[in-house]
C-alpha cells in the first residue's frame, strides 16, 4: 500500500529557505522515480522537480539553480531544499512516483510572501 506523508512547510519572506521532507512506504519508494509537485491556488498540480533511484535529478526551469530535490534510500524519505524562495511558490507540495501513483498525501503548504 502506497503511503505518502509531506511535512516542512510553512510561511517565510522572499528570499527565504525550507526544506520538505516525505516520508514514504517501501511500496512507494523502492526503485522508483521519486518526485515533488505542486499546486498552486486554481492552478493545475505541476511537477517541481524527480530524482531517480540511482540519484539523477532533473527540476523545472522555474525552479532550477534555487531548490534542490534529493532521497535517503535506506530510510525511504525523500526532501527538497528550497532555497531563494519567490511568491510564485507559493502551492501545496507533494511527492509522489513519476509516473505519479493515484495516491497521493495531504501535502504541505507553503506561502511565501513578498
Known amino acids: 500500500q502506497v503511503q505518502l506523508e509531506e511535512s516542512g512547510g510553512g510561511s517565510v519572506q522572499a528570499g527565504g529557505s525550507l526544506r520538505l521532507s516525505c516520508a514514504t512506504s517501501r511500496s512507494a519508494f523502492s526503485y522508483s522515480t521519486m518526485a ?9 498540480r505541476e511537477l517541481v522537480a524527480s530524482i531517480t533511484s540511482g540519484g539523477a535529478t532533473n527540476s523545472a526551469e522555474s525552479v532550477k539553480g534555487r531548490f534542490t530535490i534529493s532521497r535517503d534510500n535506506p530510510k525511504e524519505m525523500l526532501y ?31 506561502t511565501v510572501s513578498s
Not at 515533488?36 to 493545475?44: F, I, L, N, S
Request: hydrophobic share 30%.
Open 36 to 44: 515533488w509537485y505542486r499546486q498552486a491556488p486554481g492552478k493545475q
Open 80 to 110: 527538497l531544499q528550497m532555497n531563494n524562495l519567490k511568491p510564485e511558490d507559493t502551492a501545496v507540495y507533494y511527492c509522489n512516483k513519476l509516473p505519479s501513483s493515484l495516491v497521493w498525501g495531504q501535502g504541505t503548504q507553503v
